[in-house]
């Protein structure tokens, strides 16, 4: 299977020698989704970790073409640049977006919602981290419970980020868009493939990916890949589809690995409670009931 | 051919002309007649262009920027808040040196609301990079749509243009315009080549970070830019009157400056009143002038100090303040003046905001007042002054 993936997308690089921190989860999502995509592919970056570390002139590191978008003006410009090309008469190409979650489910959303309301003919792929780590770590609206940022400090009175992420994949669904996933860098050929199957499809294309970040998250360099599978085995987050109407697993784990420990191997979560914790798993079994009764599974 | 226009709809019609490949559209007043005008002309096949329905103003600038980085020609239009909404997009078109054409409905900024025409919104954006015409009539409303994209695009200039229009008093006012044929348009305005576009054969990085050592290059080949416009606004005149017959007079209109003793310096639609009353005093015997600045970027400093050279008092009458100081297009002027050791005394008059009427006998206190000798600044009809 895992040959099979490899073998279905480019040997070509077209994001390299950037300065990623190491162990980058967002870096590998541009990565793999571009090998996907390929040399026609003309990328769309705000302001965000992508462009900033692969986006210093002259040291360019996209070997296809692609351009930085203002913070909030990542589905904005992709509209303008498919509607470009088409007007140059461009046929074989692919428009796609990388954003953070911070420019997804904060600034961005505004825009991403008129480009979806349009059903302008783009990919749409954010890259969540859950804050806004190319700043230094601050709560963005995709930060789960709980989490220690540098503007939700963990102390004795508050326990970190204080609510719940935004639910980014049913907010897009509810648009009524031809494709909707998430995804986990944890499980690359579970993206890959839902990259192949967005690039297939007309329209407005939304692709939500767990991208972890060693140095927001507080674990090693070498347990990114690790950490965005766990998130998917402890039932924290969930591999899924919406198309033509309907929402469908696509991985369902047979039974959750301890949330508990997914939380504590992470920094952002060491001084959690059990409480909180408790918080934390009841959310997740409320979430699989509605998965349960909403999905196909 | 002659139609009955206002000033959005022959803006309109110069830009149908001009033909862009992509139009980013959001709704505001005094603005909309444009947007939807536009609309109809994709609607009945007038004009072959990419209509997008964008949800705000910054989605709207940021469609266009995305649209030029294809090498295709982008036209949006926005008014007020729009254009301060958007406001982020507009050093990010200059910066990235996409020749998008703009059109902006002159209105006043809130608070308190107000929909009606005065300067603030654009003389805001003068620091932003782009090109700035004022028109004065609804000919030359569309005559500057046409012009505008051959100075944008031109390679020595490669900087957007913001065509502004004063809101209501132009933008809804009708006026016998003169339509050019397609043919001619066509002969006018070549279609747009650039190498500033997304490349398949040879891919570009766009829109990158400088850092220190090389940021300040870049800003300053847009300043080159924008300078250059003085230059390639005289050629594009020239083969506009070589083509269509009408002659324009490149960043300022001087009227009666020959031998004018006292000017008004001022810009967009109350130059005409302005001129009528300068017709008037000079039946008296007073020598009076008018200056109409038509671009606010490049500023015309050479052409303003050669104006108001033998002049004993100018006064600058503007539809803005800068709170806290002046009005901006008379601090500009005065700087323009001072370089060439000019000796005229500069006053300025603030008037029209929020739309408020500028009369006749506004305009004939101001030059009675100017010989006089009066504040620095004076605020029209108010009763406040002060010397600054």
Same mark, same amino acid.
């Given at each position: 299977m895992a040959n099979k993936i490899a073998d279905s997308?480019?040997?070509?690089?077209?994001?390299?020698?950037h300065k990623a921190c190491a162990g980058c989860g967002g870096s590998l999502a541009v990565r793999a989704a571009l090998k996907v995509l390929g040399p026609n592919a003309v990328s769309v970056l705000p302001a965000g970790c992508m462009s900033a570390v692969g986006f210093n002139f002259p040291q360019l590191c996209f070997s296809n073409n692609s351009i930085i978008s203002t913070f909030a003006g990542t589905a904005s410009m992709l509209t303008g640049i498919e509607a470009g090309l088409r007007a140059k008469g461009?046929? !074989?190409f692919t428009a796609v977006g990388f954003a953070g979650d911070g420019g997804t489910a904060d600034i961005g959303i505004q825009a991403l919602s008129g480009a979806i309301d349009r059903n302008d003919n783009i990919i749409y792929i954010c890259y969540d981290n859950e804050a806004y780590m190319n700043t230094g770590i601050q709560k963005s609206g995709?930060?789960?419970?709980?989490a220690r940022t540098t503007t939700t400090p963990a102390g004795s009175n508050i326990h970190g980020n204080i609510r719940p992420k935004k639910n980014m994949f049913e907010i897009v669904a509810a648009h009524g868009i031809p494709y909707a996933a998430t995804a986990s860098v944890g499980y690359i050929g579970d993206f890959i493939a839902k990259v192949q199957k967005a690039s297939q499809i007309q329209g407005t294309k939304y692709i939500h990916v767990i991208a972890p970040c060693p140095t927001g998250w507080?674990?090693?360099? !070498?347990e990114t890949v690790e950490i965005a599978k766990e998130v998917v085995d402890s039932g924290l987050w969930y591999l899924a589809e919406y198309e033509n109407g309907e929402y469908r697993l696509t991985h369902r784990p047979k039974e959750f690995t301890s949330a508990e420990a997914y939380l504590k191997r992470q920094g952002r979560f060491r001084h959690l409670t059990e409480d909180d914790i408790k918080v934390i798993t009841d959310s997740r079994d409320e979430k699989w009931k509605f998965i349960e009764k909403n999905f196909i599974v | 051919m002659k139609k009955f226009l206002s000033g959005n709809e022959a803006f309109a019609e110069g830009i149908r002309l001009a033909r862009p490949e992509v139009i980013s559209a959001y709704p505001i007043t005094p603005q909309t007649i444009v947007v939807e005008r536009l609309s109809e002309m994709v609607e009945n096949g007038s004009l072959k262009s990419e209509y997008v329905h964008v949800e705000s103003e910054h989605s709207a600038l940021s469609c266009a920027m995305g649209a030029s980085a294809t090498g295709a020609r982008a036209f949006t239009a926005t008014s007020s808040q729009g254009l301060l909404y958007m406001a982020e997009c507009l050093y990010y078109a200059a910066g990235g040196r996409f020749p998008i054409v703009m059109m902006n409905a002159d209105r006043s900024t809130a608070l308190p609301w107000n929909i009606y025409g005065d300067q603030r919104d654009s003389l805001s954006q003068l620091d932003s990079g782009w090109i700035q015409s004022y028109a004065e009539n609804a000919q030359e409303a569309l005559d500057l749509a046409l012009m505008s994209y051959r100075i944008a695009e031109d390679k020595r200039v490669s900087t957007p243009y913001m065509a502004n229009l004063d809101g209501f008093v132009l933008t809804h006012t009708y006026e016998k315009v003169d339509i050019p044929t397609e043919e001619e348009a066509d002969r006018f305005l070549p279609a747009y080549e650039t190498d500033n576009r997304i490349d398949f054969d040879n891919p570009k990085n766009m829109a990158f970070s400088a850092g220190p050592d090389t940021n300040f290059i870049f800003k300053y080949k847009a300043h080159e830019g924008i300078l250059a416009a003085k230059e390639v606004i005289k050629e594009t005149e020239n083969e506009f009157e070589a083509i269509f017959g009408r002659r324009y007079s490149g960043l300022i209109e001087n009227y009666?400056?020959?031998?004018?003793?006292y000017i008004i310096v001022t810009l967009g639609s109350i130059a005409g009143l302005c001129r009528k009353t300068a017709d008037r005093l000079r039946e008296q015997g007073i020598r009076a002038g008018v200056v109409r600045i038509r671009y606010m970027r490049p500023f015309p400093n050479e052409e303003i100090a050669e104006a108001l050279s033998s002049a004993k008092a100018y006064a600058v009458l503007e539809k803005d303040i800068s709170f806290g100081n002046e009005g901006t297009v008379f601090t500009n002027v005065n700087s323009a003046v001072k370089k060439e050791n000019g000796k005229a005394e500069g006053y300025n008059f603030i008037g029209g905001l929020g739309g408020r009427n500028i009369s006749a006998s506004d305009i004939e206190n101001i030059y009675e007042s100017i010989i006089k000798g009066t504040d620095r600044v004076t605020f029209i009809g108010t009763g406040g002054g002060n010397n600054g």
């Open positions: 997308i480019s040997r070509e690089e077209f994001f390299y020698g461009y046929k !074989d995709l930060t789960p419970f709980g507080g674990v090693a360099v !070498d | 009666l400056t020959d031998d004018a003793e």
